[in-house]
């Protein structure tokens, strides 16, 4: 038998085998498993790792706080990507929405955390630091890209619920930044069985790819900072309500 520590194949096959809980190599080699249930046991075993493990990171993750976590599955898709029509336009909005639910856009204050720049700042307005609350709902640079969009989630929230749940969910950049990357995961919306989450998705995937162009063509310039219209430099809840 070769040291556990060795990278041979059947070492690999036995740390696999504890990693899901299975049961050990010899065990299996003398078992009266079907191939059927041989694979039955795999899929439950594995499935079961993986979703806890997907539960543990939603949870230690400050990138996927936005996130659900219950009762995502593996098996299951996201509400991002179930939604998602067949054509190259969607799925390109949807990369994008998902790169931002993921916590895998590199803002500025994940590129000073990782020394990638030496300021935090926002690049475009220069007000304040560039996390994803400031990406999303309070640059004042980017509001001409998402303005459209969030008038219409407005409309969808006050059409199917109230102007009571709007305006909670407006007064918070927390809540209205939930609501943009994965309204599944409010309970605001969730208790409110009349809210069409879905219909929720698909607009703020318009919403997240429209911010995310906008901002990628300003940074392009040669200046690097949008030049802001008086106008622009509103508070949050003047942009949203």
């Given at each position: 038998m070769k040291n556990?520590?060795?990278?041979?194949?059947?070492?690999?096959?036995?740390?696999?085998?504890?990693?899901?809980?299975?049961?050990?190599?010899?065990?299996?080699?003398?078992?009266?498993?079907?191939?059927?249930?041989?694979?039955?046991?795999?899929?439950?075993?594995?499935?079961?790792?993986?979703?806890?493990?997907?539960?543990?990171?939603t949870k230690d993750k400050t990138s996927l706080q936005y996130l659900a976590s219950p009762p995502l599955e593996t098996n299951d898709t996201h509400i991002l990507w179930s939604t998602v029509a067949n054509n190259v336009h969607e799925v390109r909005r949807a990369f994008v929405k998902a790169k931002i639910a993921t916590g895998t856009l590199l803002l500025q204050t994940r590129q000073h955390k990782f020394g990638l720049s030496q300021m935090s700042i926002c690049q475009l307005c220069g007000t304040e630091d560039e996390d994803i609350c400031h990406f999303l709902v309070r640059c004042p640079a980017l509001y001409f890209a998402w303005e459209?969009?969030?008038?219409?989630?407005?409309?969808?929230?006050?059409?199917?619920?109230?102007?009571?749940?709007?305006?909670?969910?407006?007064?918070?950049?927390?809540?209205?930044?939930?609501?943009l990357i994965d309204c599944s995961n409010l309970d605001l919306i969730i208790v409110d069985s009349n809210c069409d989450v879905e219909e929720i998705e698909r607009f703020s995937r318009y919403y997240c790819a429209s911010i995310f162009y906008t901002r990628a063509r300003y940074k392009s310039q040669t200046t690097g900072r949008h030049p802001l219209h008086q106008d622009c430099c509103l508070s949050t809840s003047t942009l949203l309500n």
């Open positions: 556990y520590s060795s990278n041979s194949w059947i070492v690999n096959v036995i740390k696999t085998l504890q990693l899901y809980g299975m049961p050990s190599f010899n065990s299996l080699l003398v078992s009266n498993f079907t191939k059927q249930q041989m694979k039955t046991l795999f899929v439950k075993n594995v499935t079961k790792y993986w979703s806890r493990k997907l539960l543990e990171d459209k969009y969030i008038h219409t989630i407005k409309d969808m929230v006050i059409r199917d619920s109230s102007p009571d749940l709007w305006q909670t969910l407006s007064s918070d950049d927390y809540l209205v930044t939930q609501l």
